[in-house]
């Protein structure tokens, strides 16, 4: 559907990008972000995690909360969605959290995850705080960079209009041309490519599902359009 903000590195560089934690996560983004190895990049995760996991100061349960999205992430692109989702669970959104809009970055996980995990109806109300979020924060609305505009618009046309295919293949086309990541531009075409073959164009089909093949490496959705591919054929 569209990519995780686990890592949505871009968006924790929007609301986060003066925040110390930002970079001690940064440092090792490109393992997921470029090199496409999420079992590599939820190891290190871990042992970051780990080594904070008894720290309580705010500065450490901020750091703790930015880490879980890594999680989320790694987990995301192994599609092991429920683990994700626990993981997501265990956030505690307080005071200190919604300053740093990272409630922003929670609600559209959340909102993604239970929508790939069939739970439309609760999808649906965390979709609706996401947008509470957005109307009531004005320097967030203001400065919604382009891409993110565009995810978030992605995920109401999967919630409210998921038969719309035209109108998703024109945003994913649209988010494809901002891509800045190796993972969201191979995850990005995955989409793309279901969304052609469900409109019967097998051979562009087949072209997105062979490029993710060859350059998605260890994603999970590799897997699959290698057997989307056979089917194909």
């Given at each position: 559907?569209?990519?995780?903000?686990?890592?949505?590195?871009?968006?924790?560089?929007?609301?986060?990008?003066?925040?110390?934690?930002?970079?001690?996560?940064?440092?090792?983004?490109?393992?997921?972000?470029?090199?496409?190895?999420?079992?590599?990049?939820?190891?290190?995760?871990?042992?970051?995690?780990?080594?904070?996991?008894?720290?309580?100061?705010?500065?450490?349960?901020?750091?703790?909360?930015?880490?879980?999205?890594?999680?989320?992430?790694?987990?995301?692109c192994l599609n092991e969605k429920e683990k994700a989702l626990e993981v997501?669970?265990?956030?505690?959104?307080?005071?200190?959290?919604?300053?740093?809009?990272?409630?922003?970055?929670?609600?559209?996980?959340?909102?993604?995850?239970?929508?790939?995990?069939?739970?439309?109806?609760?999808?649906?109300?965390?979709?609706?705080?996401?947008?509470?979020?957005?109307?009531?924060?004005?320097?967030?609305?203001?400065?919604?960079?382009?891409?993110?505009?565009?995810?978030?618009?992605?995920?109401?046309?999967?919630i409210y209009d998921e038969n719309n295919t035209e109108k998703l293949l024109?945003?994913?086309?649209?988010?494809?041309?901002?891509?800045?990541?190796?993972?969201?531009?191979?995850?990005?075409?995955?989409?793309?490519?279901?969304?052609?073959?469900?409109?019967?164009?097998?051979?562009?089909?087949?072209?997105?599902?062979?490029?993710?093949?060859?350059?998605?490496?260890?994603?999970?959705?590799?897997?699959?359009?290698?057997?989307?591919?056979?089917?194909?054929?």
């Amino acid at each position: 559907m569209v990519v995780y903000i686990g890592l949505l590195s871009i968006i924790m560089s929007v609301v986060s990008s003066k925040i110390t934690w930002f970079y001690l996560i940064k440092k090792y983004l490109n393992i997921l972000d470029k090199q496409l190895d999420p079992k590599k990049f939820l190891e290190i995760t871990n042992i970051e995690f780990k080594s904070i996991e008894k720290r309580i100061s705010k500065r450490d349960l901020i750091y703790k909360n930015f880490l879980k999205l890594n999680y989320i992430a790694g987990y995301s692109c192994l599609n092991e969605k429920e683990k994700a989702l626990e993981v997501l669970n265990t956030i505690d959104i307080n005071e200190s959290v919604k300053k740093s809009n990272f409630e922003l970055i929670y609600c559209y996980n959340k909102s993604l995850l239970l929508l790939t995990l069939n739970k439309k109806e609760e999808a649906n109300e965390m979709y609706e705080k996401l947008l509470e979020i957005i109307e009531k924060n004005k320097r967030v609305k203001q400065k919604l960079p382009k891409e993110i505009a565009i995810y978030i618009e992605i995920l109401k046309y999967w919630i409210y209009d998921e038969n719309n295919t035209e109108k998703l293949l024109e945003l994913y086309e649209k988010l494809l041309s901002t891509g800045k990541t190796k993972r969201f531009i191979i995850s990005t075409k995955f989409y793309l490519a279901e969304l052609k073959e469900k409109q019967g164009k097998v051979e562009e089909a087949k072209k997105y599902y062979k490029e993710v093949v060859e350059n998605g490496n260890k994603l999970y959705i590799v897997k699959k359009a290698k057997q989307k591919l056979l089917e194909l054929e």
